[in-house]
């Protein structure tokens, strides 16, 4: 048994998608005790966290945040279409941008949300993230999906063609499924807050056995919330702390 297999069983989960979060996770759990037992992944997972510096960046102010203050949580009026950053989000990542600087870390990989506030928030900060770092676009990272607007997005094929020019990797973004036209509405693609939570934790379990050492996530706040259990605010950059983030892979495994 090596590292490199179980990372492989991750990703090889990881590229299927996850609609069928639940049995992708069942399946995944039978196939590493073919190779390790519970306890000595659980272990492993222990050993290969201390190494991690996971940063996490919340997207900034973006068109749904106005409203929701404008309207004072009137939701039937803050329901905008894969909403883009407000001027003052973009001001916002003035404050980011010196975080990054006074950090100065040389991130391994950047994991973007594929939703066009994150993909914004990025560009706006990326000056100040080191040109080496790959930047894997993933729905592992992106909002709970629901009926709202705000958290549809474009579909793949889309996202491919507008950021072709950019050195984005899409392989862990594979499916169509995840995407909706402005107005759709599918009740099978809904996400349960258990779908949600597994969601993240094979998404943590994937960023502890990858070799980068550096990693930082610009993401939403309920995923924040989800894999840290505190707020965020918008365009706020954090380390997370690897504790918390260990307690949400082991309690599912």
């Given at each position: 048994?090596?590292?490199?297999?179980?990372?492989n069983?991750?990703?090889?989960?990881?590229?299927?998608?996850?609609?069928d979060?639940?049995?992708?996770f069942?399946?995944?759990?039978?196939?590493?005790?073919?190779?390790?037992?519970?306890?000595?992944?659980?272990?492993?997972?222990?050993t290969?966290?201390?190494?991690?510096?996971i940063?996490?960046?919340?997207?900034?102010?973006?068109?749904?945040?106005?409203?929701?203050?404008?309207?004072?949580?009137?939701?039937?009026?803050?329901?905008?279409?894969?909403?883009?950053?407000?001027?003052r989000?973009?001001?916002?990542?003035?404050?980011?941008?010196?975080?990054?600087?006074?950090?100065?870390?040389?991130?391994?990989?950047?994991?973007v949300?594929?939703?066009?506030?994150?993909?914004?928030?990025?560009?706006?900060?990326?000056?100040?993230?080191n040109?080496?770092?790959?930047?894997?676009?993933?729905?592992?990272?992106?909002?709970?999906?629901?009926?709202?607007?705000?958290?549809?997005?474009?579909?793949?094929?889309?996202?491919?063609?507008?950021?072709?020019?950019?050195?984005?990797?899409?392989?862990?973004?594979?499916?169509?499924?995840?995407?909706?036209?402005?107005?759709?509405q599918?009740?099978?693609?809904?996400?349960?807050?258990?779908?949600?939570?597994?969601?993240?934790?094979?998404?943590?379990?994937?960023?502890i056995?990858?070799?980068?050492?550096?990693?930082?996530?610009?993401?939403h706040?309920?995923?924040?919330?989800?894999?840290q259990?505190?707020?965020i605010?918008?365009?706020?950059?954090?380390?997370?702390?690897?504790k918390?983030?260990?307690?949400?892979?082991?309690?599912?495994?």
């Open positions: 048994m090596t590292e490199t297999e179980i990372l069983l991750i990703e090889s989960s990881i590229k299927k998608g996850n609609k979060i639940e049995s992708f069942i399946t995944l759990h039978s196939n590493l005790e073919k190779i390790i037992s519970i306890k000595d992944l659980k272990r492993m997972i222990k290969r966290i201390i190494e991690k510096n940063y996490f960046i919340r997207h900034a102010e973006a068109m749904h945040n106005v409203l929701e203050q404008k309207y004072k949580g009137d939701f039937s009026k803050c329901n905008v279409y894969d909403p883009v950053l407000s001027e989000g973009k001001e916002q990542t003035l404050f980011t941008m010196e975080k990054l600087i006074n950090e100065n870390i040389k991130f391994d990989t950047v994991f949300s594929p939703l066009t506030r994150t993909i914004q928030t990025y560009f706006l900060v990326k000056d100040d993230i040109k080496d770092a790959q930047v894997v676009i993933t729905d592992f990272a992106r909002e709970v999906l629901s009926y709202c607007d705000k958290n549809k997005g474009k579909k793949l094929s889309l996202l491919k063609s507008e950021y072709k020019n950019n050195n984005f990797n899409f392989d862990y973004m594979t499916k169509e499924y995840w995407w909706f036209d402005l107005g759709e599918k009740k099978d693609e809904l996400e349960s807050l258990l779908k949600f939570r597994l969601r993240l934790a094979l998404f943590i379990l994937w960023l056995f990858r070799k980068d050492k550096n990693m930082l996530i610009i993401s706040s309920h995923v924040f919330a989800n894999m259990n505190k707020g605010y918008n365009a706020d950059m954090v380390k997370m702390s690897n918390v983030l260990l307690n949400k892979v082991l309690e599912t495994l």
